[in-house]
DNA sequence: GCCAACGTTGGC
DNA sequence: GCCAACGTTGGC
């Protein structure tokens, strides 16, 4: 799950109180059907867009699976979406918590100097908000920082 | 700030 | 249903 730091950042995240959060604002349909394919316990990369570099940050696992965007309603909200109703919500969002974060960012460049990434969402010109990694690339990640 | 990629909108 | 115009994302 991607996020520019400047709106909420990884630090943001492991400062709310219980260490979770929701993640609202997904306007997109593509990720928004991916978030709606997670379940409970799915592990998943947060990830710094917009700054140099690029980074994943730490992982994160999905404590509620999906549900209605509070703020697609929300008059006042940048994400609020008129074509959308209580009835028949359009967007959904998925509720994550703080798990563990890797003791250096892993960047975009290391990414793509990794042998067994070549074909992950990520590295493949994809602005995908919500993208799906393999069990293959999970691990070849996990592998590069040691918990 | 630039620009490529790509999703969305809306006229026809 | 097509497609041009336009807006957004995100790396660099």
Same mark, same amino acid.
């Given at each position: 799950?991607?996020?520019?730091? %400047?709106? *909420? &950042?990884? /630090?943001? @995240?492991?400062?709310?109180?219980?260490? $979770?959060?929701?993640?609202? %604002?997904?306007?997109?349909?593509?990720?928004?059907?991916?978030?709606?394919?997670?379940?409970? /316990?799915?592990?998943? @990369?947060?990830? !710094? #867009?917009?700054?140099?570099?690029?980074?994943?940050? %730490?992982?994160?696992?999905?404590?509620?699976?999906? *549900?209605?965007?509070?703020?697609? @309603? /929300?008059?006042? &909200?940048?994400? @609020?979406?008129?074509? #959308?109703?209580?009835?028949?919500?359009?967007? !959904?969002?998925?509720?994550?918590?703080?798990?563990?974060?890797?003791?250096?960012?892993? $960047? +975009?460049?290391? +990414?793509?100097?990794?042998? %067994? +990434?070549?074909?992950?969402?990520? +590295?493949?010109? #994809?602005?995908?908000?919500?993208?799906?990694? $393999?069990?293959?690339?999970?691990?070849?990640?996990?592998?590069?920082?040691?918990?």
């Amino acid at each position: 799950m991607k996020t520019e730091p %400047g709106t *909420y &950042s990884w /630090d943001d @995240f492991k400062k709310e109180d219980d260490q $979770t959060t929701y993640w609202d %604002g997904i306007r997109n349909y593509q990720a928004r059907n991916f978030m709606k394919e997670m379940k409970v /316990d799915d592990r998943v @990369f947060f990830y !710094h #867009s917009q700054v140099v570099p690029p980074a994943i940050m %730490g992982v994160a696992k999905v404590v509620r699976e999906a *549900y209605p965007d509070h703020t697609q @309603f /929300d008059q006042s &909200s940048n994400y @609020f979406d008129p074509k #959308s109703s209580p009835e028949n919500p359009r967007w !959904h969002m998925v509720d994550i918590s703080y798990e563990w974060e890797f003791k250096t960012p892993v $960047t +975009l460049p290391e +990414l793509r100097q990794t042998p %067994g +990434l070549e074909n992950m969402v990520l +590295l493949n010109n #994809s602005r995908l908000s919500v993208q799906p990694v $393999t069990e293959a690339e999970w691990n070849i990640i996990i592998a590069l920082r040691k918990k």
